[in-house]
């Protein structure tokens, strides 16, 4: 381990989850960088809706990864592995996890870590790590979005929604969006979406034209509608199914249409297509973040401590953008 800028304690803090899926605080070892491997005093934290599903055991952590919540962070290096060329100490960095977000020191590999830009906060950029990655994966890497196309993202007021409303404009796409009320589809047009539609309303499919990359958190009953109003050559990607897991489809459209079904997680992909990822975004994607043409889209920041409050706030789905953890020294 290469030298550290002060000296490290020997444990940390970290969210457990009880047997009865209560979040309390507890401690253990403080865990060391391995060769590739970065250590993180942890600023801030975003919360995801797998981090909701992981705690009721509804989205296990891969078997090499660690059991603890947390999918992304951002915060100061304290410590780096024998290996790492890129990364010094003092460095501030978001990154994506493989588990253990939820803590106050992490260890993450150096690969998927980030610069965070000097007009954003450390702690703001807690919420670009998990967003940038799926966007940037599945709307512009498997479905190939290209400027002049019209892109819909369903759910675009979530954080992922958000992100990937400002990136696909950023790239010259026509953008919609769909949302859960008339107040947060205007909030999607006031982010740069060309129109925004209420998808609780009766036909919200028929304000739209046909749509050439759809991006869909909602699966279910949207499958089909998915189907239907995607242009000819269509590409439709699902990355999570809110709606449900099962639809009735006619895939007559599929056919006429030649449309392209694909899908996605981002946990479960290995370290070298993160790293990837992670190089193409920082060229493609990053300069925009340094100008401030995409930011992260911050709804309400909680307290380490109150974990349990800002998993309740998701849960309701009234937040417009990511919500996040700060984490302030013992």
Not at 68 to 81: H, P, R
Not at 169 to 187: L, P, R
Request: proline content about 5%; glycine content about 8%.
């Amino acid at each position: 381990m290469n030298p550290v800028a002060s000296e490290l304690p020997s444990s940390r803090r970290y969210i457990s989850v009880s047997d009865d899926q209560s979040l309390a605080i507890a401690t253990d070892k403080l865990p060391l960088p391995s060769e590739h491997e970065v250590l993180i005093q942890v600023h801030g934290i975003g919360i995801n809706r797998g981090d909701l599903l992981q705690r009721k055991g509804l989205y296990p952590a891969p078997a090499d990864a660690s059991p603890i919540l947390g999918l992304e962070v951002s915060g100061k290096i304290v410590a780096t592995g024998n290996a790492v060329t890129r990364w010094k100490v003092g460095d501030r960095v978001c990154a994506l996890t493989h588990g253990a977000g939820y803590c106050d020191y992490t260890v993450v590999p150096d690969h998927q870590c980030l610069p965070i830009p000097d007009n954003i906060s450390t702690i703001e950029a807690a919420g670009l790590p998990e967003a940038v990655f799926t966007v940037w994966h599945n709307v512009f890497e498997r479905c190939r979005l290209k400027a002049g196309e019209n892109f819909l993202v369903h759910g675009g007021a979530s954080g992922i929604g958000t992100l990937a409303i400002q990136m696909a404009k950023a790239a010259g796409a026509i953008v919609y969006a769909s949302a859960g009320s008339d107040e947060k589809a205007a909030f999607c047009e006031q982010l740069g979406a060309q129109q925004g539609v209420n998808y609780n309303s009766e036909d919200f499919f028929a304000h739209l034209p046909a749509i050439d990359v759809i991006l869909d958190m909602a699966g279910g009953d949207f499958i089909q509608k998915n189907i239907e109003h995607a242009a000819e050559d269509g590409r439709i990607c699902s990355i999570a199914f809110v709606r449900g897991i099962k639809a009735d489809i006619n895939f007559a459209s599929v056919l006429l249409k030649r449309l392209t079904l694909t899908a996605s997680t981002l946990r479960a992909q290995s370290f070298a297509r993160k790293a990837a990822m992670a190089q193409q975004i920082e060229q493609h994607i990053w300069p925009q973040i340094k100008t401030g043409e995409i930011k992260p889209i911050i709804d309400k920041t909680f307290v380490f401590e109150e974990v349990e409050a800002a998993h309740t706030y998701m849960q309701s789905g009234q937040h417009k953008g990511k919500i996040l953890l700060s984490v302030s020294p013992p």
